[in-house]
């Protein structure tokens, strides 16, 4: 469990700094854009490594059991996971989804957060997810509040084009059934559908 919280402090605190706009450019101002950007992907990638073991050491020493998910919510938990899907698809392309959520990436970190936390009920998961979950709707918030010249990430679609949200649509759900079917049990372990 000590990795797994290790992991999420560096990877969800390097990605804090990206919402705290002042301490970001004092980094920025003291190490250079190159070395920030260095920094912060190595911190990024470390606590990411972390969580993955930390959370597979928890896995294997036998989960901490919190509350009991009712088997409903697997239903809600798959629409959300497509809906992330999608949204992860529409980062970056030009699409009348992402004009209309903004932060597609964002959102889809939260709809995947969400789905999790109704289907796990063990404290690792709740940890894990519940941080993501904490990260995504903070960041949302930082982000809806910034001035418009200070942006992070791509640039807003002024002229959204329909063939790139079904390019994205087929993208987001080809990815979904790829992680269903195969990915989630070869990556994770876990099998989604019974049989």
Same mark, same amino acid.
């Given at each position: 469990?000590?990795?797994?919280?290790?992991?999420?402090?560096?990877?969800?605190?390097?990605?804090?700094?990206?919402?705290?706009?002042?301490?970001?450019?004092?980094?920025?101002?003291?190490?250079?854009?190159?070395?920030? $950007? /260095?920094?912060?992907?190595?911190?990024? @990638? @470390? /606590?990411?490594?972390?969580?993955?073991?930390?959370?597979?050491?928890?896995?294997?020493?036998?989960?901490? +059991?919190?509350?009991?998910? +009712?088997?409903?919510?697997?239903?809600?938990?798959?629409?959300?996971?497509?809906?992330?899907?999608?949204?992860? =698809?529409?980062?970056? =392309?030009?699409?009348?989804?992402?004009?209309?959520? $903004?932060? +597609?990436?964002?959102?889809? @970190?939260?709809?995947?957060?969400?789905?999790?936390?109704? @289907?796990? /009920?063990?404290?690792?998961?709740?940890?894990?997810?519940?941080?993501?979950?904490?990260?995504?709707?903070?960041?949302?918030?930082?982000?809806?509040?910034?001035?418009?010249?200070?942006?992070?990430? +791509?640039?807003?679609?002024? $002229?959204?084009?329909?063939?790139?949200?079904?390019?994205?649509?087929?993208?987001?759900?080809?990815?979904?059934?790829?992680?269903?079917?195969? *990915?989630?049990?070869?990556?994770?372990?876990?099998? *989604?559908?019974?049989?």
């Amino acid at each position: 469990m000590t990795l797994l919280i290790l992991g999420l402090i560096l990877f969800i605190g390097a990605h804090f700094v990206t919402t705290a706009r002042l301490t970001r450019a004092a980094l920025i101002m003291r190490l250079g854009e190159g070395p920030y $950007k /260095g920094l912060y992907s190595l911190v990024s @990638v @470390v /606590g990411l490594v972390l969580i993955v073991m930390g959370f597979g050491a928890y896995r294997s020493s036998g989960m901490i +059991p919190v509350w009991y998910p +009712p088997a409903w919510t697997r239903h809600i938990t798959f629409l959300l996971e497509l809906l992330a899907f999608v949204l992860l =698809a529409a980062t970056y =392309a030009p699409s009348h989804i992402r004009a209309a959520v $903004k932060h +597609p990436m964002i959102s889809a @970190v939260i709809l995947w957060s969400l789905g999790h936390l109704l @289907v796990r /009920g063990d404290l690792g998961s709740i940890l894990m997810f519940g941080g993501f979950l904490a990260w995504g709707i903070l960041a949302r918030i930082a982000m809806g509040r910034r001035a418009s010249d200070d942006r992070q990430g +791509p640039a807003p679609v002024t $002229k959204p084009r329909w063939s790139a949200d079904i390019i994205v649509i087929v993208i987001g759900v080809a990815a979904y059934v790829a992680m269903l079917l195969w *990915l989630h049990p070869l990556l994770i372990g876990v099998s *989604l559908i019974p049989g």
